[in-house]
């Protein structure tokens, strides 16, 4: 069973820094690419960023230029830095990672991981 645990959530005033990290176990699982989501309360899961096997990254507008995603294979481990946090940036935030296989003719899902949420509070 593959784990994806969480963790360096907490509370923070506006223009802080935190820094999220996401560890895969057991060691063996080889993570593709993995994903930061964050779901506010009322509001839907939102992606936030993603990094690659590769260490192709991407993320969110509402984050480009303050949260930066990389992964330390070596460690199975994937960090989220968030500087200049604001206080709409509050929410749970998850690791996920899944993979789609291409069948020939569409995608089949092999798996889709998430971890527990850890929280991440900006006050004003």
């Known amino acids: 069973q593959v784990q994806l645990v969480e963790s360096g959530g907490g509370l923070v005033q506006a223009g802080g820094s935190l820094r999220l990290s996401c560890t895969a176990s057991?060691?063996?699982?080889?993570?593709?690419?993995i994903n930061w989501y964050r779901q506010a309360p009322g509001k839907q899961r939102e992606l936030v960023a993603a990094?690659?096997?590769?260490?192709?990254?991407s993320n969110a507008d509402s984050v480009k230029g303050r949260f930066t995603i990389s992964r330390d294979n070596a460690k199975n481990r994937v960090y989220l830095q968030m500087n200049s946090l604001k206080p709409e940036d509050t929410a749970v935030y998850y690791c996920?990672?899944?993979?789609?296989?291409?069948?020939?003719?569409?995608?089949?899902?092999?798996?889709?991981?998430w971890g527990q949420g850890t929280q991440v509070t900006v006050s004003s």
């Open positions: 996920n990672t899944r993979y789609d296989e291409w069948t020939g003719s569409g995608y089949r899902n092999l798996y889709d991981y």
């Open positions: 057991p060691s063996t699982f080889n993570m593709e690419t």
């Open positions: 990094v690659t096997s590769g260490g192709s990254t």
